[in-house]
């Protein structure tokens, strides 16, 4: 596909996803889930997520019958061939159910590992909701318009951070991800994490953020807001500066010039 095709499809799938998000945002809860236990609150998850996963599966299929379509991002993988649509229809669940507006649609078309297309959509961030989108090789749009990260000295930043859904089974990413919070946290202004992940590092992109780091595979979750951030201008690697691609076992997206600092920092995490 041109990048003239993959922006007229990013056009149709964003549409799509408005309409499923619109729906989920009628039934988001106004007060937090009383739920009391992990069975309670993915029970009550699954009677909302799982009409909203089928519609946006649908919705997409319909767009672009001959790609695959890969479950939900628990395992964080992605097959290194062959096109698929990598989603989450709430990421963010866990500030969904609680009745916070921060939680996300996302939508990533991949072609053999690589995203080509992402569309990000929050639809209660800021009252009216934002929406990110983005092509390969054709730029990252906030609202339709063009966005580029923000420079500032690492003292001053905001940094964000996050675990993929299962880093308590891989205790080396659950150490890493402990050590490297310490030594961002002396580094920055503020570390936080501001909810779903590929709407941080989309926010990395339009300087809403100054960087975002996550240690463990969590492909599913990366993608769409990985190409975003690089398609804004941001630089996007590893933990260590290497290349990140969906295999990768840790996760780094910052401005340029912050870029280098955010590593040596992260340097100190063995």
Not at 43 to 49: G, I, M, Q, S, W
Not at 102 to 113: E, F, I, K, M, N
Not at 166 to 187: F, Q, Y
Request: proline residues 6%; hydrophobic residues 50%; glycine residues 10%.
């Amino acid at each position: 596909m041109t990048t003239t095709e993959l922006w007229t499809l990013a056009e149709a799938v964003e549409a799509a996803v408005r309409e499923v998000g619109a729906k989920l945002a009628a039934n988001r809860p106004a007060e937090p889930t009383p739920a009391r236990t992990v069975d309670e609150a993915m029970a009550r998850f699954a009677e909302l997520d799982g009409p909203a996963a089928t519609d946006l599966r649908e919705r997409l299929t319909a767009l672009r019958p001959q790609a695959g379509w890969l479950p939900e991002e628990l395992d964080g993988s992605v097959p290194a061939e062959g096109e698929w649509w990598v989603c989450d229809a709430t990421d963010g669940a866990v500030q969904y159910l609680l009745g916070q507006p921060h939680w996300a649609l996302t939508a990533a078309l991949v072609r053999d590992g690589v995203a080509v297309l992402a569309v990000v959509h929050a639809p209660q961030l800021f009252g009216a909701g934002r929406t990110y989108r983005a092509v390969l090789g054709g730029g990252a749009q906030l609202d339709g318009r063009p966005v580029a990260p923000l420079e500032r000295e690492l003292a001053a930043t905001v940094a964000a951070t996050s675990q993929p859904p299962l880093v308590a089974a891989d205790p080396v990413a659950l150490r890493r991800a402990g050590e490297s919070l310490s030594a961002m946290a002396g580094a920055v202004l503020a570390v936080r994490n501001l909810g779903p992940t590929a709407l941080q590092v989309a926010q990395v992109g339009s300087g809403h953020l100054a960087l975002f780091w996550e240690y463990g595979r969590d492909a599913g979750n990366l993608l769409p807001g990985a190409l975003i951030a690089s398609e804004a201008g941001a630089t996007v690697t590893d933990a260590a500066g290497a290349a990140w691609t969906a295999g990768s076992d840790s996760f780094l997206a910052a401005a340029p010039g912050l870029h280098r600092d955010a590593v040596g920092v992260l340097g100190a995490v063995s």
